[in-house]
T-cell receptor
Framework: GAGVSQSPSNKVTEKGKDVELRCDPISGHTALYWYRQSLGQGLEFLIY????????KSGLPSDRFSAERTGGSVSTLTIQRTQQEDSAVYLC???????????FGPGTRLTVL | SQKIEQNSEALNIQEGKTATLTCNYTNYSPAYLQWYRQDPGRGPVFLLL?????KEKRKERLKVTFDTTLKQSLFHITASQPADSATYLCASSGSARQLTFGSGTQLTVLP
């Protein structure tokens, strides 16, 4: 079946612009995660959605970052007023429920000039 | 907060040998640890999960151990092949149901 998909695969933007990154999780997966991975680094947790519960936003680095998950499926990560330090690969993962293996998408490589 | 430490340097081994990767956690003993493989330009792929009360888990040529006394997990690949070359990530379950990842160990299996 289809895995987790993310779009766009690459995004180049200018400092100060807003960007939206999209994640389509595996159908039926109730848990959805966003991570950030800088070059040569591990994955940094950003935000977690589980069903209809309030999201865990504890990993968001600043209030310029926000995320939504509509209808328990597609999620959008928005970064406002992008900065150069936001450049990284943004990875989305879904899971049948929390405390399970996570299925990752291919990521969106964001470059802020 | 939990910290996950993995071999920071790259690991090179000869084909056919056993690769052993180390993952150390610093604080509380997690309910489980997970190991993922990541190839360049791709998202991580799940390999194995080992729970706190399990000492060892195997899957084909892979073996994972969990030592709560040493606060350590070891990940072994036996009869390694060049196709096993990748970055391997260790992840710890957290109190908030999200994973804390290490920075990964880059493994190269030389033919």
């Amino acid at each position: 079946g289809a895995g987790v998909s993310q779009s766009p695969s690459n995004k180049v933007t200018e400092k100060g612009k807003d960007v939206e990154l999209r994640c389509d999780p595996i159908s039926g997966h109730t848990a959805l995660y966003w991570y950030r991975q800088s070059l040569g680094q591990g994955l940094e947790f950003l935000i977690y959605f589980q069903g209809n519960s309030a999201p865990d936003k504890s990993g968001l680095p600043s209030d310029r970052f926000s995320a939504e998950r509509t209808g328990g499926s597609v999620s959008t990560l928005t970064i406002q007023r992008t900065q150069q330090e936001d450049s990284a690969v943004y990875l989305c993962a879904s899971s049948p429920h929390s405390n399970n293996e996570q299925f990752f998408g291919p990521g969106t490589r964001l470059t802020v000039l | 907060s939990q910290k996950i430490e993995q071999n920071s340097e790259a690991l090179n081994i000869q084909e056919g040998k056993t690769a052993t990767l180390t993952c150390n956690y610093t604080n509380y003993s997690p309910a489980y640890l997970q190991w993922y493989r990541q190839d360049p330009g791709r998202g991580p792929v799940f390999l194995l999960l080992i729970r706190e009360n399990e000492k060892e888990k195997r899957k084909e040529r892979l073996k994972v151990t969990f030592d709560t006394t040493l606060k350590q997990s070891l990940f072994h690949i036996t009869a390694s092949q060049p196709a096993d070359s990748a970055t391997y990530l260790c992840a710890s379950s957290g109190s908030a149901r999200q994973l804390t990842f290490g920075s990964g160990t880059q493994l190269t299996v030389l033919p």
